[in-house]
């Protein structure tokens, strides 16, 4: 198929890299050139209306849905029929973005989970809302991306399972750096205590991925802080307005640590603001 991704960062790369070493035709479009995405096959262009010329399908991985806007008019004018969006967006945006461009393309969201290491490999879990004939027009692309592709309900319904996912992320990454702080508080080797906890009950995928980050305090982004904030937020509105505690907290947290410069660095970075503050 004819694809398009908008934004080569730390999730688009591996998607279209994936994507075109599956056979299909794949540009990108991106602020800078990416080397290794034009090695694998992707036609980069920093010019979007270049990009997303005779397109089937165009997935969106920019960072919110406002970076989407100045990009529609050429969307439109490429000749796609269905829009895919990955980032993490509001559900109430995305549905008002689905009306909008009713009976112009088709509007999927397609929230992912799995960090860069699942978006690499091809085995993210991809949360998506939509009706379902687009979620079968589309599922043969997804299935090359994700592990688990799955149709939550209609447009909205995967940004909303996403918001539920990063309420889970951001809880549990406070949970771990607060564990580690009394880890190495008490003289423990953290790389040690971390190992032992993901043996047990205490185990997940976000502790796999996050252990070595934590112990060692490498705190060099895969998954920027500052994006949790923009998560969280979604959550918080889509709770319509109970009193979650454990969401306010986190929101509270990761709120904080970026005002205090720390949101570009990886999210485990709550582990220094954490003791900066306690």
């Keep these: 198929m004819k694809v398009c991704v908008l934004g080569l960062g730390n999730m688009g790369l591996p998607v279209a890299i994936n994507l075109s070493r599956a056979g299909h035709d794949v540009t990108g479009a991106n602020i800078a050139p990416v080397p290794a995405a034009s090695e694998a096959g992707v036609?980069?262009?920093?010019?979007?209306?270049?990009?997303?010329?005779?397109?089937?399908?165009?997935?969106?991985?920019?960072?919110?849905?406002?970076?989407?806007?100045p990009m529609l008019p050429a969307l439109l004018d490429g000749g796609a029929t269905d829009l895919v969006v990955m980032s993490t967006i509001s559900p109430s945006a995305v549905r008002g973005l689905a009306e909008r461009l009713d009976g112009q393309v088709h509007v999927m969201d397609a929230c992912m989970s799995g960090g860069v290491a699942k978006a690499e490999d091809g085995t993210?879990?991809?949360?998506?809302?939509?009706?379902?004939?687009m979620f079968e027009r589309v599922r043969?692309?997804?299935?090359?991306?994700?592990?688990?592709v799955e149709l939550m309900g209609p447009i909205g319904a995967g940004a909303v399972t996403k918001a539920c996912n990063q309420m889970v992320v951001a809880g549990t990454l406070v949970a771990l750096a607060?564990?580690?702080?009394v880890?190495?508080?008490?003289?423990?080797?953290?790389?040690?205590?971390?190992?032992?906890?993901?043996?047990?009950?205490?185990?997940?995928?976000?502790l796999d991925q996050k252990a070595a980050k934590l112990a060692d305090e490498d705190f060099s982004p895969s998954g920027p802080a500052k994006f949790l904030v923009k998560?969280?937020?979604?959550?918080?509105?889509?709770?319509?307005?109970?009193?979650?505690?454990?969401?306010?907290?986190?929101?509270d947290l990761f709120t904080g640590l970026t005002k205090a410069g720390l949101g570009d660095d990886d999210n485990s970075v709550v582990l220094q603001y954490l003791r900066q503050i306690s």
């Excluded at 043969?140 to 688990?148: A, E, H, M």
């Excluded at 607060?178 to 702080?181: G, H, M, S």
């Excluded at 032992?196 to 976000?206: D, F, H, N, P, R």
């Excluded at 969280?232 to 307005?241: I, R």
């Design 43 to 69: 036609a980069v262009s920093t010019d979007a209306t270049e990009a997303l010329r005779d397109r089937e399908v165009v997935f969106c991985l920019l960072p919110d849905l406002p970076y989407l806007e």
């Design 124 to 133: 993210m879990s991809i949360m998506c809302g939509a009706d379902e004939a």
């Design 140 to 148: 043969p692309l997804l299935d090359v991306i994700g592990g688990t």
């Design 178 to 181: 607060e564990a580690t702080l």
């Design 183 to 206: 880890a190495k508080d008490n003289g423990l080797d953290a790389h040690h205590v971390l190992q032992v906890l993901g043996a047990g009950l205490a185990a997940s995928e976000l």
């Design 231 to 251: 998560d969280l937020t979604f959550a918080t509105d889509s709770a319509g307005g109970r009193d979650l505690p454990s969401l306010q907290v986190s929101l």
